[in-house]
């Protein structure tokens, strides 16, 4: 296991009907607040006007910024921050899935950020090019789709819609203050928002335990559990969208997958997040459907070169029977019983299923070496994965 220093200073108040503390939380760190939400609110238009009246309540200014997309854009983050810097705003408030929360991290950082927004960015692996921001206005996170951990976690990611690069910024500073998870407000999510929110997150556990030596087994059984646990509940969800309690557990379990928890001290990379990224920023597919195209690729090409934890995965995870048996098949069977779980809780696996094809795959290695290649090539990731691996990877999702 590897050295560390772990740090998650986040404040969790859990529970249904825990939003009704919102006022009394939030006079602590502003009286200005800006609320940070989608362009399309859809069903979240009734919480947005609640989280608006319970900051006036309680004595409050609000002043709404809903213009973020599904795959956050350098210019509504900038667009964000001119308004905050407008407005005098002392606290941010975002509402929804890691898309409005990481929007909200980055306004709060932006304000007092003396370079461009992307500058925090880490747009390129083999050198340093980010300033990560050292400062950052308070943030109160109201997360409705369980999927990131933005909520409770230290990172954000952002689409650089000119360049067409996504990548991402960790920084101290951009620990929310308060995270309320109130699991009544994941309710009105359709099945194919929850489906994708439990895929996004169980590839966040699924890069830790792929990607853990041997020497850090208590981060291999805590990924084990949420990879399980997710799958478990994910299940349930789907089969009654409106049960709370399964809910809970799930919302969660999903804040475990990327708070820290699971991959510190065994941290070697986000491959697999790494690759996804370039579908989204090229393709504006949502981040949960990349990651449950590229699991399953990434599984059907690496499994030789760790073939243990996958056996492992079989036994743990998907309580394969592996006594007598060949590793090699037991792998396999590993693999292709979590891509059917995927399509069981109808999630893409394939790039063709959101009108992708071969063509774009060469252009896609390239990006994808551009801006996270280390200067040897490859991924940060347990095994070498350079320009070759990353194409088959492409071609295995095809």
């Known amino acids: 296991m590897n050295n560390f220093n772990f740090y998650n200073p986040t404040r969790v108040i859990f529970g249904e009907g825990m939003l009704e503390v919102l006022g009394q939380e939030a006079v602590k760190y502003g009286s200005n607040a800006m609320v940070v939400s989608y362009q399309d609110l859809g069903v979240l238009e009734e919480t947005v006007k609640k989280v608006e009246a319970l900051l006036t309540d309680a004595g409050i200014k609000v002043t709404e910024y809903y213009e973020i997309s599904p795959n956050p854009l350098v210019y509504h983050v900038e667009k964000g ?53 050292n400062s950052s206005l308070p943030t109160i996170m109201i997360p409705t789709l369980p999927a990131t951990s933005s909520e409770m976690n230290w990172g954000a990611v952002l689409t650089n819609e000119k360049t067409q690069e996504k ?82 557990i799930v919302q ?16 070697h990379g986000n491959p697999m997040h790494h690759i996804g990224h370039v579908i989204s920023a090229y393709n504006n597919t949502p981040h949960g459907a990349t990651l449950s195209i590229i699991m399953p690729a990434w599984m059907r090409f690496t499994y030789k070169l760790n073939i243990r934890r996958y056996v492992e995965m079989a ?50 290695t390239k990006k994808v070496l551009e801006v996270s290649g280390q200067e040897n090539g490859s991924l940060i990731s347990r095994h070498f994965i350079d320009r070759d691996a990353i194409y088959n990877i492409f071609k295995l999702a095809l």
């Not at 304000?111 to 461009?116: I, L, N, R």
């Not at 830790?208 to 997710?230: C, F, H, K, W």
């Not at 969660?252 to 941290?267: C, L, S, V």
């Open 315 to 364: 036994e743990n995870i998907f309580k394969i029977n592996i006594h007598g048996r060949d590793e090699e098949d037991i792998a396999i069977e590993a693999i292709d019983t979590f891509e059917q779980y995927l399509i069981e809780i109808g999630v893409p696996v394939r790039l063709s299923e959101v009108g992708i094809g071969e063509e774009s795959i060469g252009m896609f």
């Open 167 to 248: 990548s991402y910024v960790f920084s101290e500073v951009l620990f929310p203050k308060v995270s309320i998870m109130d699991p009544s407000l994941t309710i009105t999510l359709p099945a194919k928002q929850t489906a994708l929110g439990v895929a996004d997150a169980i590839s966040h556990a699924m890069e830790t335990y792929l990607n853990t030596d041997d020497e850090s087994p208590i981060q291999q059984r805590m990924a084990e559990g949420v990879i399980s646990t997710l799958m478990d509940e994910g299940r349930k969800v789907l089969a009654d969208l409106t049960d709370i309690n399964h809910r809970s």
């Open 252 to 267: 969660w379990t999903a804040a475990i997958a990327w708070n820290g928890w699971t991959n510190t001290g065994a941290d």
């Open 81 to 133: 921050v001119e308004l905050a810097r407008a407005k005098g705003i002392d606290l941010v408030v975002g509402i929804g899935g890691g898309s409005a929360m990481d929007s909200a991290k980055l306004i709060a950082a932006g304000v007092d950020y003396e370079h461009k927004i992307w500058k925090m960015i880490v747009s390129r692996h083999d050198k340093e090019v980010a300033i990560p921001p």
